[in-house]
């Protein structure tokens, strides 16, 4: 079932629709000015939608110069983490 919900009253009751949408399966879609711009929907559905996280998050695939992009990023967080303790 698809609900419709403003942004404000997504913004006030976020981690009750997050929980609805994670147990009921629950489409959410959020309007701004009474036109949809997101939608929420549980994750095991975008997984299975995009083929796995790997296509969702897979940006680096691509790339020559990456060879393993969950290492890449890991190294990219150290540095970004080292900079802003310094």
Known sequence: M??????KDARNKLADIVSQVEMTGDEIVITKFGRPRAMLVPIERTKVAAGGFEEVFGAWRARKDIKDGAAWVKKLRTKISLRQKG
């Open 2 to 7: 698809t609900q419709t919900l403003s942004i």
